[in-house]
């Protein structure tokens, strides 16, 4: 009976989205019967007809000129030019503009895009990216630091962590936290099926978005009612998604839900849930068991005051809850002269994020000398990381403890801006100018407490080494950096200029000064453990941008730009310290560390003709006080290896990135709606100062694939090709370098009818073994990861992705 349940529960999804199929079917017998009927007499009576044309009537010299005329290819008479609709983006420039019309590299997704990438997750989005990675949670430094649960961030032509600026709706997102236990805080917080979508913007953005915009900004736009709404006669709509994925056995629903109360308010409520487990492997050593779930909550009310005046109220809520048993930490291992026998880890963690905001939207021509229009938003977004973790353990092989640890970790930011927008000219010159303000406050605590139990004696202690000590200062709880306050201010302007009225050159001048302030609060939790106190950090930067575009033709465009970033340390980078005797290593903080600036360049040309759609970028970047976060930096007087996070002098990012796509149709009319896509990446990365490779680029990769889109029914068949990693730094000598690999994936959808739409994705059908490289980075060829200093005991074929597998979706809507 329980099993029964258990898969009533599992396939809930599917049992109502096929129920309400089964009622949309049941109120239109007629299309059904009418759609079959049709199907069948098509093919017989069509062709019979033509063969006896063709026996009984030469076509004349006319008719024969015309079905020439149908063979030729598109090129020579002009026909059927594949449509093209010019892509809108608003990161680069912080306002509404042609993809086409932007210096710089960005890359979008739509809501569309998800459903047909059947994604569930941010790294199965991006997946076909060039120069653009995801990493899950297998870093760390501690027992949960390789669990596998959830997404740690993004990889943008070699850069990553802090220095992506991640945002919702214009709200920047929680810091990622990487000094102990799980690697992931701060990036997990947003549920993909609550956003219309998102936008990649490669390169340095500290002009338009301060500190943390060093390498690229991701950002997330949620779902409004309007998206469902506008043009529709009936004042509702309402739509149910199932989706599943074999690789972690995925189940999710989503039901969304638009509404227009009167003439000028309208309501929004989009709630997705999802069921998981450990996401398979393919190898003689599995994934680390776990099971997950999580619930995402989207609400928003948006009022239509006038013609002129919009205001949005949002509501968001997102949660989710990981069990896992960490077994790649199970066995024996040397902590120092200590000999360790784990025999259970377990790790239970809740990730969670709340928002409110406000933005109301002001837009009118010519409305005053100074603007046109204005938008300005509020809010307040609490985030916290919760981690439980359970060791049992033998130690000398006599004696067994229970040690068990709680790290809380919180990140809540409030705050608020107002940006402008004016259009004006200047003889022949037309201007579009943004300009604004923004400020944020950020409350970060991190608190770590536990105990370690004797089992034989029964007698437990709060010491956190690996025995109990009854003397001494290293006792529960303490914290790893004091709490700390942010501030962040800036004021920016961006001017995009059109010389002259054919808009042939266009130029875009760009400006931002910041104010950083981080200001700790020290106390005896975190005294205890560093021996002193942690330091603040204030700092004003100034922060340049100078785009050129050429348009020598419609078709094409051309521009080069500059841009200098900054980014300024955190209080983990400042702060963060470890001691402890009965262990091997320790962790330092660094009060003298400098914060990053970069000096960034690109070009780039797109091309959008009938035959090829096309764009070629190039880019290099050079950092100066790069900052490498808890290296290796020698030992001290007791023989423990001191890790602290340092400056790096001098160090630099470049590449090239291609992609392309062919209409085939071209050639031959019948191949409407074909294309053949094909792109690459190459990029390479140096730090100047030790003369060694920077770890965190990606090897190269070649993408190549046909897609046929007809409005109802669409597919793509794609082979990614990456090649080996074999450019790594002499840090870790040992460090496993995975080879090259090729994988191919087939994904389709089909408009079953016009409320229900089905998407099957078929992924890795070669079964290829195959490792990704932000995955295994500081992961030894054993398979055994540094954890702070000690080796602990893994599989390399832990870190293995999937083989073969399926996703499929099915959404009904009303």
Same mark, same amino acid.
């Given at each position: 009976?329980?099993?029964c349940?258990?898969?009533?529960?599992?396939?809930?999804?599917?049992?109502?989205?096929?129920?309400?199929?089964?009622?949309?079917?049941?109120?239109?017998?007629?299309?059904?019967?009418?759609?079959?009927?049709?199907?069948?007499?098509?093919p017989?009576?069509?062709?019979?007809?033509?063969?006896?044309?063709?026996?009984a009537?030469?076509?004349?010299?006319?008719?024969?000129?015309?079905?020439?005329?149908?063979?030729?290819?598109?090129?020579?008479?002009?026909?059927?030019?594949?449509?093209?609709?010019?892509?809108?983006?608003?990161?680069?420039?912080?306002?509404?503009?042609?993809?086409?019309?932007?210096?710089?590299?960005?890359?979008?997704y739509?809501?569309?895009?998800?459903?047909?990438?059947?994604?569930?997750?941010?790294?199965?989005?991006?997946?076909?990216?060039?120069?653009?990675?995801?990493?899950?949670?297998?870093?760390?430094?501690?027992?949960?630091?390789?669990?596998?649960?959830?997404?740690?961030?993004?990889?943008?032509?070699?850069?990553?962590?802090?220095?992506?600026?991640?945002?919702?709706?214009?709200?920047?997102?929680?810091?990622?936290?990487?000094?102990?236990?799980?690697?992931?805080?701060?990036?997990?917080?947003?549920?993909?099926?609550?956003?219309?979508?998102?936008?990649?913007? %490669?390169?340095?953005?500290?002009s338009?978005?301060?500190?943390?915009?060093?390498?690229?900004?991701? +950002?997330?736009?949620?779902?409004?009612?309007?998206?469902?709404?506008?043009?529709?006669?009936?004042?509702?709509?309402?739509d149910? !998604?199932?989706?599943?994925? $074999?690789?972690?056995?995925?189940?999710?629903?989503?039901?969304?839900?638009?509404?227009?109360?009167?003439k000028?308010?309208e309501?929004?409520?989009?709630?997705?849930?999802?069921?998981?487990?450990?996401?398979?492997?393919?190898?003689?050593?599995?994934?680390?068991?776990?099971?997950?779930?999580?619930?995402?909550?989207?609400?928003?009310?948006?009022?239509?005051?006038?013609?002129?005046?919009?205001?949005?109220? +949002?509501?968001?809520?997102?949660?989710?809850?990981?069990?896992?048993?960490?077994?790649?930490?199970?066995?024996?291992?040397?902590?120092?002269?200590?000999?360790?026998?784990?025999?259970?880890?377990?790790?239970?963690?809740?990730?969670?994020?709340?928002?409110?905001?406000?933005?109301?939207?002001?837009?009118?021509?010519?409305?005053?000398?100074?603007?046109?229009?204005?938008t300005?938003?509020?809010?307040?977004?609490? +985030?916290?990381?919760?981690?439980?973790?359970?060791?049992?353990?033998?130690?000398?092989?006599?004696?067994?403890?229970?040690?068990?640890?709680?790290?809380?970790?919180?990140?809540?930011?409030?705050?608020?801006?107002?940006?402008?927008? %004016?259009?004006?000219?200047?003889?022949?010159?037309?201007?579009?100018l943004?300009?604004? +303000?923004?400020?944020?406050?950020?409350?970060?605590?991190?608190?770590?407490?536990?105990?370690? %139990?004797?089992?034989?004696?029964?007698?437990?202690?709060?010491?956190?080494?690996?025995?109990?000590?009854?003397?001494?200062?290293?006792?529960?709880?303490?914290?790893?950096?004091?709490?700390?306050?942010?501030?962040?201010l800036?004021?920016?302007?961006?001017?995009?200029?059109?010389?002259?009225?054919?808009?042939?050159?266009?130029?875009?001048?760009?400006?931002?000064?910041?104010?950083?302030?981080?200001?700790?609060?020290?106390?005896?939790?975190?005294?205890?453990?560093?021996?002193?106190?942690?330091?603040?950090?204030?700092?004003?930067?100034?922060?340049?941008?100078?785009?050129?575009?050429?348009?020598?033709?419609?078709?094409?465009?051309?521009?080069?730009?500059?841009?200098?970033?900054?980014?300024?340390?955190t209080?983990?980078?400042?702060?963060?310290?470890?001691?402890?005797?009965?262990?091997?290593?320790?962790?330092?903080?660094?009060?003298?560390?400098?914060?990053?600036?970069?000096?960034n360049?690109?070009?780039?040309?797109?091309?959008?003709?009938?035959?090829?759609?096309?764009?070629?970028?190039?880019?290099?970047?050079?950092?100066?006080?790069?900052?490498?976060?808890?290296?290796?930096?020698?030992?001290?007087?007791?023989?423990?290896?001191?890790?602290?996070?340092?400056?790096?002098?001098q160090?630099?990012?470049?590449?090239?990135?291609?992609?392309?796509?062919?209409p085939?149709?071209?050639?031959?009319?019948?191949?409407?709606?074909? @294309?053949?896509?094909?792109?690459?990446?190459?990029?390479?990365?140096?730090?100047?100062?030790?003369?060694?490779?920077?770890? $965190?680029?990606?090897?190269?990769?070649?993408?190549?694939?046909?897609?046929?889109?007809n409005?109802?029914?669409?597919? &793509?068949?794609?082979?990614?090709?990456?090649?080996?990693?074999?450019?790594? @730094?002499?840090?870790?000598?040992?460090?496993?370098r995975?080879?090259?690999?090729?994988?191919?994936?087939?994904?389709?959808?089909? &408009?079953?009818?016009?409320?229900?739409?089905?998407?099957?994705?078929?992924?890795?059908?070669t079964?290829?073994?195959?490792?990704?490289?932000?995955?295994?980075?500081?992961?030894?060829?054993?398979?055994?990861?540094?954890?702070?200093?000690?080796?602990?005991p893994?599989?390399?074929?832990?870190?293995?992705?999937?083989?073969?597998?399926?996703?499929?979706?099915? !959404?009904?809507?009303?």
């Open positions: 009976m329980n099993d349940f258990g898969w009533a529960v599992r396939f809930r999804g599917f049992f109502l989205v096929w129920l309400c199929l089964a009622c949309l079917t049941l109120g239109q017998p007629g299309a059904l019967a009418q759609t079959a009927t049709g199907t069948a007499s098509i017989t009576t069509t062709v019979q007809q033509e063969n006896a044309g063709e026996v009537h030469k076509p004349t010299a006319q008719e024969q000129a015309a079905a020439d005329k149908l063979k030729k290819p598109i090129l020579d008479e002009g026909i059927k030019k594949p449509v093209r609709l010019d892509e809108v983006v608003v990161t680069a420039t912080r306002t509404e503009k042609s993809k086409n019309d932007v210096a710089g590299s960005v890359s979008t739509t809501d569309d895009s998800v459903q047909m990438e059947l994604a569930p997750n941010f790294r199965d989005l991006v997946a076909d990216e060039l120069d653009v990675s995801t990493t899950n949670n297998v870093g760390g430094k501690g027992a949960g630091g390789r669990s596998g649960a959830g997404l740690q961030g993004y990889n943008i032509r070699g850069i990553d962590g802090n220095r992506i600026l991640i945002q919702t709706d214009g709200i920047r997102q929680a810091d990622q936290y990487t000094f102990g236990g799980t690697y992931s805080i701060g990036r997990n917080y947003q549920d993909i099926d609550s956003l219309k979508r998102v936008e990649i913007l %490669k390169g340095s953005a500290s338009l978005y301060g500190s943390d915009a060093i390498g690229g900004v991701v +950002t997330y736009i949620t779902k409004d009612p309007s998206d469902y709404l506008t043009g529709k006669a009936e004042p509702y709509y309402f149910v !998604t199932s989706a599943f994925d $074999s690789a972690s056995m995925e189940y999710a629903e989503t039901g969304t839900m638009a509404l227009r109360a009167g000028d308010v309501l929004l409520g989009v709630y997705t849930r999802r069921d998981g487990n450990e996401t398979q492997n393919m190898g003689n050593y599995g994934a680390n068991p776990l099971n997950y779930h999580s619930n995402n909550v989207l609400a928003k009310v948006a009022w239509q005051a006038n013609e002129f005046n919009r205001l949005v109220l +949002t509501g968001e809520y997102f949660n989710r809850d990981n069990n896992a048993a960490l077994n790649n930490q199970l066995g024996s291992f040397t902590n120092g002269p200590v000999n360790i026998n784990r025999s259970s880890v377990t790790q239970d963690t809740t990730a969670e994020r709340w928002r409110a905001s406000v933005n109301h939207r002001f837009e009118r021509p010519e409305a005053t000398p100074v603007f046109d229009a204005f300005w938003q509020g809010y307040y977004q609490p +985030t916290s990381s919760n981690e439980d973790i359970r060791e049992r353990y033998v130690r000398q092989n006599t004696v067994p403890f229970l040690r068990s640890f709680q790290r809380d970790y919180s990140d809540n930011i409030g705050g608020g801006g107002i940006q402008f927008e %004016k259009r004006f000219d200047t003889g022949a010159w037309a201007h579009m943004t300009y604004g +303000t923004e400020l944020s406050y950020s409350q970060l605590e991190r608190n770590v407490n536990g105990s370690i %139990k004797n089992l034989t004696t029964g007698v437990e202690s709060s010491s956190f080494g690996t025995q109990p000590s009854v003397n001494g200062p290293y006792k529960m709880p303490y914290k790893e950096i004091p709490d700390s306050n942010v501030v962040r800036g004021f920016y302007a961006q001017d995009e200029i059109d010389l002259g009225p054919d808009k042939v050159f266009s130029l875009v001048p760009g400006l931002r000064v910041d104010y950083y302030d981080l200001d700790v609060r020290n106390d005896d939790l975190y005294g205890k453990m560093s021996n002193t106190n942690g330091v603040s950090y204030d700092e004003w930067a100034v922060s340049p941008k100078l785009a050129l575009i050429g348009r020598p033709e419609k078709e094409i465009m051309v521009y080069t730009q500059f841009a200098q970033g900054f980014r300024a340390p209080t983990e980078e400042l702060n963060a310290v470890f001691l402890n005797p009965s262990e091997f290593y320790t962790v330092v903080a660094n009060p003298n560390l400098k914060s990053e600036t970069s000096y360049f690109e070009t780039g040309i797109r091309v959008d003709y009938p035959v090829v759609k096309a764009s070629l970028a190039g880019y290099y970047n050079y950092y100066q006080d790069f900052i490498n976060q808890q290296t290796f930096v020698g030992f001290n007087s007791s023989g423990q290896q001191i890790f602290q996070s340092t400056n790096i002098d160090a630099q990012i470049y590449g090239t990135t291609l992609s392309t796509e062919w085939l149709v071209i050639y031959n009319p019948d191949l409407e709606g074909l @294309s053949f896509i094909a792109g690459t990446a190459f990029a390479w990365g140096d730090d100047l100062q030790n003369n060694q490779p920077l770890d $965190s680029v990606d090897p190269w990769k070649l993408r190549t694939g046909l897609r046929y889109r409005g109802k029914f669409g597919v &793509d068949l794609t082979n990614t090709f990456v090649g080996a990693k074999n450019s790594v @730094s002499e840090t870790m000598p040992t460090q496993f995975p080879p090259q690999y090729n994988t191919i994936d087939l994904v389709s959808y089909v &408009d079953i009818t016009k409320h229900a739409k089905f998407s099957l994705g078929l992924y890795n059908l079964n290829q073994q195959y490792w990704l490289w932000q995955d295994v980075r500081n992961v030894s060829n054993n398979g055994s990861v540094p954890s702070g200093g000690i080796n602990t893994s599989q390399i074929d832990m870190f293995t992705q999937p083989g073969f597998t399926v996703r499929t979706s099915l !959404t009904i809507n009303f």
